[in-house]
């Protein structure tokens, strides 16, 4: 055999077994998802989004208090996380830009992005819920909030900083004090940006569970007080799939489905908005 | 007056950017500060003592951090191979047409929460591995094949981002030389986009170290350290998750926040290792 031929069949080889790889990979991921909507369809129906939790075996449970608690909770965490978010990317982008002070801000939301997401709740069950001794929604948002802040914080930096100077020069000839050129003219140049960070950030802490665990700890009623522990669909999710109830579990399902394309969804706006912009450019 | 709303504004982001380092040296405060007791009590031995038994105040984290170091390396020895495969066959083999189908899915597929692959794993992956290697299904094992399929996503869109960044005139000369593809993926394509590869696989080993609700489903939660990979484990984040709603003791608690801290100076070491040494990031649009 020519070290040709060698090569050749060397190759072949390497190439099937990618293509193979390629195919087992993505064959799990089909396999999950084709479970998470058959099961989900099935267990989806009107009652799912009227009735708030019920006992095992009582064939009226809802979901109604987890996709309520759900929407409160992250929905307190954005309000704060992203406007925070934006204005930390802000000075990063605009005023600190490649100062010691500004690297080293990204480094640390770049690390703190990957940390595990439990640990953040217990840091939150410390310094809220044990002083407090109550589990609480605002501990949940709270979790969620810093978890969503660096994520939303080096998004803007980087949308910021793809926004011409020329753009900014511009608006100082003109005149403009500082503070106006960011808000009219970067800001706007960096708008869908800024909202593909906004959307990815929200998809990502919509689908944690673990720091919810022992923040905003569960609740099967429905409950709007965000002092008073809240139900959320990834804790309801988990408990109900890992209790041996099979109408629980049945409603488990229909929140993992819910919750999923919900994220999708984000994911894919997000997505969208990015292509546009390109699109623009 | 716009000059002082000027540095209101400055002051005001400068203000929010540093909290943020704040949170951070906060939380390792909070974390060291609520460890405290279980430090005094245990010392050193919290590390190297196995038994974890909250009715008889015993608090070793053995089993933990063997679990989360087992798990995690069975992940990323089934993880590794199948990611540079499906990265190589996203860069390098893939028609256009589905190219970009396929590369998409694959990055919303890292996306749906760890949740969802923790339920899937419970309900139809632990049957199989039951049937087939025999005992409760809930294990070691199990445990580290969610887990892999979990971060299978994250890695290969990495990767072939890492791979994609290999200058197309590089790879062009060489297949001019008649390189076959794969002496384009060995010799021009893995070597100029090594760092980021590495990194890439670092930064998900320190993923996979600190994800919780993908293996809490299914490890089972025995403070136990066996060989037997089908025999039900325990992780650091397993057990966090499991107990530190239920921790009735001082002592508890503080072990529970030890292991914590632990977690989380365990990944920031990895992730800071990943980053600073592979994944130097240039900014987008420079």
């Known amino acids: 055999m020519t070290h040709t031929q060698k090569r050749i069949i060397t190759n072949n080889i390497v190439m099937t077994l990618s293509t193979l790889s390629a195919i087992v990979g993505i064959g799990f991921l089909l396999w999950i998802l084709s479970i998470l909507v058959i099961n989900g369809i099935d267990a989806l129906s009107t009652t799912i989004f009227l009735n708030e939790g019920a006992p095992p075996g009582n064939e009226s449970g809802g979901l109604k208090h987890a996709l309520i608690g759900q929407l ?10 992203v406007p925070l978010g934006i204005l930390a990317g802000t000075y990063l982008s605009e005023y600190g830009q490649k100062s010691k002070l500004a690297e080293t ?18 840091f939150v069950y410390a ?4 002083p407090t001794g109550q589990f609480s929604g605002w501990a949940g948002s709270i979790a969620l909030m810093i978890i969503m802040l ?24 003109l005149g403009a004090p500082k503070y106006k050129v960011i808000i009219q003219v970067v800001y706007r140049g960096a708008k869908a940006g800024i909202l593909t960070g906004v959307l990815l950030g929200v998809a990502r802490v919509a689908g944690e569970t673990a720091p919810l665990l022992f923040t905003s700890f569960n609740d099967n009623f429905l409950n709007t007080d965000m002092s008073q522990p809240m139900a959320s669909l990834t804790v309801t999710m988990y408990n109900y799939a890992t209790s041996p109830y099979e109408d629980w579990q049945k409603l488990g399902w229909a929140a993992a489905f819910i919750l999923s394309m919900f994220i999708l969804t984000l994911n894919i706006l997000g997505r969208l908005f990015l292509l546009k912009k390109r699109g623009k450019n | 007056m716009s000059n002082m709303i000027d540095k209101i504004f400055a002051n005001a982001t400068k203000f929010i950017a540093l909290g943020v380092l704040l949170i951070v040296a906060w939380i390792f405060t909070v974390l060291f500060e609520h460890s405290l007791e279980s430090i005094k009590a245990f010392g050193f031995s919290f590390l190297t003592e196995d038994k974890w038994a909250p009715n008889l105040e015993k608090f070793g984290a053995l089993p933990a951090i063997y679990g989360s170091v087992v798990s ?11 990611a540079i495969g499906v990265a190589i066959f996203l860069s390098e083999i893939a028609h256009a047409k589905i190219k970009m189908p396929v590369g998409v899915s694959i990055e919303l597929l890292a996306a749906i929460p760890s949740v969802v692959y923790g339920m899937w794993g419970l309900f139809y992956f ?17 445990a ?14 990495v990767t072939r981002d890492a791979m994609n960044t290999t200058p197309d005139i590089l790879k062009e000369s060489a297949y001019a030389l008649g390189a076959t593809k794969w002496d384009v993926v060995k010799d021009i394509i893995i070597p100029y986009a090594k760092a980021g590869i590495i990194g890439s696989f670092i930064l998900a080993l320190g993923r996979a170290i600190g994800e919780t609700m993908a293996v809490t489903f299914v490890m089972g ?61 240039k900014r987008i649009g420079q």
């Open chain 1, 72 to 81: 409160l909770l992250v929905s307190y965490a954005s309000l704060f996380g």
């Open chain 1, 105 to 122: 801000i990204r480094d640390i939301s770049d690390i703190m992005m990957s940390a595990p997401s439990i640990v953040i709740g217990a």
């Open chain 1, 127 to 130: 310094i809220v819920v044990a």
């Open chain 1, 150 to 173: 660096p994520i939303i914080l080096r998004t803007t930096d980087d949308m910021l900083h793809l926004v011409p100077s020329t753009l900014r020069e511009a608006a100082f000839a």
């Open chain 2, 72 to 82: 995690t390396f069975l992940a990323m020895l089934l993880a590794v191979p199948v």
């Open chain 2, 126 to 142: 632990v049957p199989i591995i039951r049937d087939i290697f025999g005992g409760i299904g809930i294990s070691m094992l199990t």
């Open chain 2, 144 to 157: 580290g094949i969610v887990l892999s399929i979990m971060i299978l996503p994250f890695m290969a869109a």
């Open chain 2, 221 to 281: 939660n025995v403070h136990n350290i066996s060989i037997d990979l089908t025999q039900p484990a325990t992780s650091i984040p397993v057990t966090l998750a499991n107990e530190f709603a239920e921790a009735d003791s001082e002592l508890y608690y503080s072990s529970l926040f030890e292991l914590s801290l632990l977690l989380l100076v365990i990944s920031f070491t990895i992730i800071s290792i990943a980053k600073f040494y592979f994944l130097r990031r």
